[in-house]
């Protein structure tokens, strides 16, 4: 199975700030990565597909890059909506796994 | 609007079982394949398993926690997916998602959840 392996798992961050979510795949998974946020109580919604293809609707701030199996998510500069947890997630083939996630809370 | 909704979930006891239903209303239900993602209290993502499509012969699979115990099947003259789990263990408590498969978007859209217990 395919280990996907997210980092930091606790990200503190300020309101304007650019900040940097990483996860890496275990094996090649190509472009089918997927970042989701999600925001307590609720659930995931999907940010960024094919590792940088932004879904409708999702802020510009929102973008995603790829470097082999390493992916990544960034934000421009954060707004307080942004604060939530973010999951990496790949769907190449079975077992479909995500990352431990990346708690992005205010400094 | 793309939506689905789960329901079924509540209090069960250890060994017992439980049917969660997923309804879909929105989109073309029949050629999509859904899956079941859960979540402990407090803990990420863990994904449950899958039905495919009747184009891909309504295959199913599962994580090896939950094989030979779940089982994911689907109505499409319905647009319901449901998620039948038996033997159930404290561990399978958790909030239970269903989604759908866009092989070239990935998870969306998603349940609101449904909460699954196991206890005594």
């Known amino acids: 199975d395919i280990q996907m392996t997210q980092s930091p798992s606790t990200l503190s961050a300020s309101v304007g700030d650019r900040v940097t979510i990483t996860c890496r795949a275990s094996q090649s998974i190509s472009i089918w990565l997927a970042w989701y946020q999600q925001k307590p109580g609720k659930a995931p919604k999907l940010l960024i597909y094919?590792?940088?293809t932004l879904e409708s609707g999702v802020p510009s701030r929102f973008s995603g890059s790829r470097s082999g199996t390493e992916f990544t998510l960034t934000i421009s500069s954060l707004q307080p909506d942004d604060f939530a947890t973010y999951y990496c997630?790949?769907?190449?083939?079975?077992?479909?796994?995500f990352g431990q996630g990346t708690k992005l809370e205010i400094k | 609007d793309v939506q689905l909704v789960e329901s079924g979930g509540g209090l069960v006891q250890p060994g017992g079982s439980l049917k969660l239903s997923c309804g879909a209303s929105?989109?073309?239900?029949?050629?999509?394949?859904v899956h079941w993602v859960r979540q402990a209290s407090g803990k990420g993502l863990e994904w449950v398993g899958r039905?495919?499509?009747?184009?891909?012969?309504?295959?199913?699979a599962y994580t090896a926690s939950v094989k030979g115990r779940f089982t994911v099947s689907r109505d499409d003259s319905k647009n319901t997916a449901y998620l039948q789990m038996n033997s159930l263990k404290s561990e399978d408590t958790a909030v239970y998602y269903c989604?759908?498969?866009?092989?070239?978007?990935?998870?969306?859209?998603w349940g609101q959840g449904i909460l699954v217990t196991v206890s005594s």
């Open positions: 094919k590792a940088s």
């Open positions: 997630q790949q769907y190449n083939s079975y077992s479909y796994s």
């Open positions: 989604t759908r498969l866009d092989p070239s978007k990935g998870f969306d859209p």
């Open positions: 929105g989109f073309t239900f029949s050629d999509s394949a």
């Open positions: 039905v495919r499509s009747k184009l891909n012969d309504y295959e199913t």
